[in-house]
């Protein structure tokens, strides 16, 4: 590995270890075996290079949801099945994603003013995660997506995970699992089939 992939594996243990907001620069450095000036030169700013490693966690939490389940479950695209067995994959990740999800709460809690540049750094990766959920309920490859889509069915699966995420990480016990969302989506389209 070079500096740039020795910083960002460095950030990502320092936000798992320490959070946002308490880890230095020269946390990365020392964790990353790397200097300070490594940092300016690749990222720019500590604060991207805190981003960027945020966005990879993400990234790779999200290759952990095993949207094959669905597939192999012969559950097709858009079905309420499909539905179910996404929420459930998504789910089961949460206890392993514990560290990732706290250090999502700490960056909602974030003063805008004291750190814009990050605020505005994480709502453009929201936009990017939107579009990454869409393929595990349709099939359609994340290139293929319109805006439209992107803006609405995105915006609805964001919000879910993030809603679910706080339960969880408040009380899983209490937690809403998959098959509640499922009957309470497959209530809410019943209900609209009526009216």
Same mark, same amino acid.
């Given at each position: ?30 964790? #990353?075996?790397?200097? =300070?000036?490594?940092? @300016? ?7 991207? %290079? /805190?981003?960027? *490693?945020? +966005? ?47 250090? #999502?709460?700490?960056? =909602?809690?974030?003063? @805008? ?7 505005? %750094? /994480?709502?453009? *990766?929201? +936009? ?55 009957? @309470? ?11």
């Amino acid at each position: 590995m070079g500096h740039r992939e020795d910083l960002l594996e460095g950030a990502k243990r320092c936000l798992l270890e320490k959070g946002f907001v308490r880890t230095t620069a020269r946390d990365i450095v020392k964790e #990353s075996g790397t200097n =300070l000036a490594s940092i @300016g030169y690749h990222y720019g700013s500590k604060d991207a %290079l /805190l981003v960027q *490693a945020y +966005v990879s966690l993400i990234e790779e939490m999200g290759e952990g949801f095993d949207p094959g389940a669905a597939v192999r479950s012969g559950a097709p695209a858009g079905s309420l099945e499909r539905f179910r067995e996404v929420w459930s994959s998504i789910i089961r990740s949460f206890p392993e994603s514990r560290a990732v999800w706290m250090l #999502s709460f700490e960056l =909602l809690l974030v003063d @805008g003013d004291r750190l814009p540049e990050i605020r505005r %750094l /994480l709502a453009e *990766a929201q +936009v990017q995660g939107r579009s990454g959920l869409i393929p595990l309920f349709s099939d359609v490859p994340e290139d293929e997506l319109d805006q439209e889509t992107i803006a609405s069915e995105g915006r609805l699966y964001q919000t879910l995970l993030q809603g679910l995420m706080l339960q969880w990480v408040f009380d899983a016990e209490s937690a809403t699992d998959a098959d509640q969302l499922t009957e @309470g989506l497959r209530r809410v389209l019943a209900a609209a089939e009526r009216a």
